[in-house]
């Protein structure tokens, strides 16, 4: 069966850092762009970064940029966020997604939570 899987969310302090897996199965990540996406506490659901399955393409939000990273594997049909210098706000459930475009295939992740306190 198709599967998303984060991992890697955790307690962390303020500046510290973190990094994220989803690994997929049943599917071939190499066909889709991916996306990260957070949801904090009483708030909407918003998108973190992505990258586009060719052309090493990449987006991120402005709260993040400059401390987040995101990458793909290939190989090991494994996407990858690496937050640097965590900030308070950065506390969220973090979701990874996966859309194939125009040919209509789009997964979501069950949700890692993050929180970043002292």
């Known amino acids: 069966q198709l599967q998303f899987v984060e991992s890697g969310g955790g307690l962390v302090q303020p500046g510290g850092s973190l990094r994220l897996s989803c690994a997929a199965s049943g599917f071939t990540l190499e066909y889709y762009a991916i996306g990260w996406f957070r949801q904090a506490p009483g708030k909407e659901r918003e998108g973190v970064s992505c990258?586009?399955?060719?052309?090493?393409?990449?987006n991120y939000a402005d709260s993040v940029k400059g401390r987040f990273t995101i990458s793909r594997d290939d190989a090991q049909n494994t996407v990858y966020l690496q937050m640097n210098s965590l900030k308070p706000e950065d506390t969220a459930v973090y979701y990874c997604y996966a859309d194939s475009g125009a040919y209509g295939m789009r997964y979501w992740g069950k949700g890692t939570l993050v929180t970043v306190s002292s």
């Open positions: 990258i586009k399955s060719t052309g090493g393409i990449t």
